[in-house]
């Protein structure tokens, strides 16, 4: 049996928490470490250095040797450099362990091995990390043992944001400030800062790690690049919330243990939709530590999955024709005195802090749709946004039957006089009691979903950092609250300027609201009708961060200059590129050593089986007809495998970044499918144990 846990003892435990904090600094030097966390400003060098000291007796004491500054590079993922706390020894010989504020403030990683989009060259390779102190530092525990991690944003050595944390730091303190310039309005004089408040539903798949290691495109490439379907798939619907199996139920205990003691609020844990596939989802949190939390999430997720002989799988389709992973980004706005601005109350029509709130966000989103649409774009999630199972590739905004009905109250006749209620759900059961019904049912094909008091944006793909859309979110709302604030802190009527502005954005942007199926193909010709970009993807969406306006905004809040915009989008291309040559290359791999020989091994034996029928006298048609059809299919394969090769050697004509990634999508991309279609058909005619690696039905089905 397992042993009992006590999780208030556990949470948290490898973290160097507010509490840890208050117990082992002086008094003064607390105060100075909690004003520069919630107002901003920088230690003295001074408090720094009894901040260090204190931060590495702690993770001593916890049996760490070494410290990194924790980063998020242009890669997606995480990047750390050890260092140990040892100095030189002293006279005695005697090993000392120190750690200052210099070298807790800053370090100094090199910037030119990290994807900068041209920031930084290969001979320019300065580049600085720098302590966020709004983020907790933490311990990771792992083979190299217990390592104290310290999350800092990373720049150049002319200062270009190189990373995903400094942007989201700037974006919310441009929605901080122009949200306090909203609230001031309606006489809250206390709230001293506005946060957005985030909480990230995680899905992802496990699978047999032996299954996992036998599968070159799984290893290079996260997804599966050949695989024909398993008799069963999710038809039945049955494994979604179902039962969770013993293997798994293990991983996801062990999974929850690890991420409480990092301070991750891990809450929610279900099976998914698909076979194999699961979710976990934590407690709302502070934006930038959520994000932060969410890249812990996947990395631990990924350690833990090998202790129990899985691997995790965070691709967003690793299998074709099964339900893809993405990951729902839930967003809000909370000001420090504890207002939730997206809260609507018992009548939001009658609500008009919130009623402003909600029409500029539906004029942001309108305006920059593409910009949203763009933040949300990756390799894997072109795979997955449209293919009926995920949000489609348009940007629309689902508000329910309630606040719908406000806007249109408001737009036809300038005022919403009444709210619809939700009313009592009656179950028809003596025994049952009567629920209160919400007043609004839920719209699980909509991209940016209105859930009672946050925003679900649920485009995001399940490997990506939420960092980006986070970013252009809080960007895109500042910008319009500072031109409401702009154009009602000097309203002679403040009551009608108010009015007008509702009415005024609600009606010019109308048009992105959306609370039908956003599968239809009819959503498809309405939203072209109604003037609504349709990008459909990783490549087409890039050109949204070059726009006038993109840039313009983003320079306006000082969020991203226009050369950190360019960097971004050449790296974009690059990523494209690259990653669509990686599996473009593992196809050919193992078509040629994989695929191919054990078909033509197959053919053999059934030459050679035709040929004893033959010789025994009797009929042997069958036998020769599977025998043209797996040759028929295997010159396919081969014809296929040279267009592919052929293609591959024409990207060296393709300079410009922007080009050969369109290269790639409108042709390797294509041959990559054209070389697939006939090796899914000869997986299902040649012998299963002749085939050479485990197929749909093994690594789905046997976890």
């Not at 709230?191 to 495109?217: M, N, W």
Request: hydrophobic fraction near 40%; glycine fraction near 8%.
């Amino acid at each position: 049996m397992n042993e009992v846990m006590n999780v208030e003892e556990l949470f948290g435990k490898n973290v160097f928490t507010v509490e840890k904090m208050r117990v082992r600094l002086p008094r003064e030097v607390f105060k100075e470490v909690l004003r520069v966390k919630e107002k901003g400003g920088e230690l003295s060098k001074t408090s720094a250095d009894v901040v260090a000291k204190a931060m590495k007796d702690w993770a001593v004491e916890q049996g760490a040797t070494h410290y990194t500054h924790w980063f998020q590079p242009l890669t997606g993922i995480t990047a750390e450099k050890h260092d140990a706390f040892v100095t030189h020894p002293d006279e005695e010989g005697r090993m000392l362990l120190e750690f200052s504020g210099k070298e807790l403030i800053k370090g100094e990683p090199d910037a030119s091995s990290f994807p900068s989009g041209g920031l930084r060259a290969t001979f320019e390779a300065r580049g600085y990390t720098a302590w966020d102190i709004t983020s907790p530092a933490f311990l990771k525990e792992d083979a190299t043992g217990k390592i104290l991690c310290i999350p800092t944003a990373f720049c150049s050595y002319t200062g270009e944001a190189l990373d995903k944390k400094t942007p989201l730091l700037r974006s919310e303190e441009a929605i901080s400030e122009q949200a306090l310039r909203i609230v001031r309005l309606f006489g809250n004089k206390e709230a001293t800062r506005v946060t957005p408040s985030v909480g990230l539903e995680q899905e992802y798949f496990l699978i047999d790690r032996e299954k996992y290691l036998k599968r070159p495109d799984l290893i290079f490439a996260g997804r599966t690049l050949f695989g024909a379907p398993a008799p069963k798939g999710q038809e039945l619907e049955d494994h979604y919330f179902g039962a969770i199996r013993e293997r798994i139920g293990a991983y996801m205990r062990d999974l929850n243990v690890e991420l409480w003691k990092l301070g991750v609020t891990a809450k929610t844990q279900h099976n998914e939709v698909a076979p194999a596939q699961h979710e976990l989802a934590p407690i709302y949190e502070n934006g930038n530590v959520a994000i932060d939390h969410n890249q812990l999430v996947m990395e631990t997720m990924k350690k833990v999955a090998g202790r129990h002989g899985l691997t995790c799988l965070l691709h967003e389709k690793p299998f074709a024709g099964m339900n893809g992973s993405g990951k729902h980004d839930n967003w809000s706005l909370v000001t420090d005195n504890g207002i939730n601005l997206l809260d609507p109350g018992q009548t939001p029509n009658d609500n008009m802090q919130f009623l402003l709130v909600l029409a500029c966000l539906i004029k942001a989103v309108d305006e920059h749709a593409d910009l949203l649409r763009q933040s949300a774009a990756d390799v894997g999630n072109d795979h997955r946004l449209g293919a009926d199972e995920a949000p489609p590739a348009i940007i629309s905004i689902f508000l329910g039957d309630q606040l719908d009905d406000v806007v249109d109250q408001l737009v036809s006749t300038g005022n919403a006089k009444k709210a619809k209620e939700g009313g009592k759900l009656q179950t028809g059961v003596s025994t049952l009691p009567d629920l209160d019904k919400d007043a609004t049912d839920r719209n699980r094909t909509s991209p940016f979903a209105f859930t009672g008091n946050k925003f679900e944006f649920r485009m995001v793909g399940s490997s990506d950092s939420v960092a980006g859309p986070n970013t252009v979110l809080n960007a895109i709302v500042a910008e319009a609250f500072c031109e409401a604030a702009d154009r009602l802190e000097k309203a002679e009527n403040f009551e009608l300027e108010l009015h007008d502005t509702i009415k005024e954005y609600l009606t010019d942007h109308q048009r992105i609201i959306f609370n039908g199926d956003g599968y239809s193909e009819a959503w498809v010709e309405e939203a072209a009708r109604r003037g609504l970009p349709n990008i459909r993807s990783m490549v087409e969406a890039v050109d949204a961060l070059l726009t006038p306006k993109s840039v313009g905004m983003f320079e306006k809040f000082h969020i991203f200059t226009k050369s950190e915009l360019s960097s971004r989008a050449e790296v974009t291309y690059e990523t494209y590129s690259k990653t669509i040559n990686i599996e473009a290359l593992t196809m050919i791999d193992m078509v040629k050593k994989q695929i191919m020989p054990a078909v033509m091994l197959y053919s053999g034996k059934l030459a050679e089986t035709v040929r004893n029928v033959k010789e025994a006298g009797a009929d042997a048609s069958v036998q020769s007809g599977s025998l043209a059809e797996v040759t028929e299919k295997l010159g396919e394969l081969k014809g296929a495998l040279d267009k592919l090769e052929g293609d591959l050697k024409k990207v060296s004509a393709y300079k410009e970044a922007k080009e050969r990634a369109f290269w790639y999508k409108d042709c390797i991309f294509n041959d990559m499918i054209e070389l697939r279609a006939p090796a899914d058909a000869l997986e299902m005619m040649v012998d299963k144990s002749m085939w050479p690696i485990p197929t749909y039905g093994d690594m789905l089905f046997e976890v």
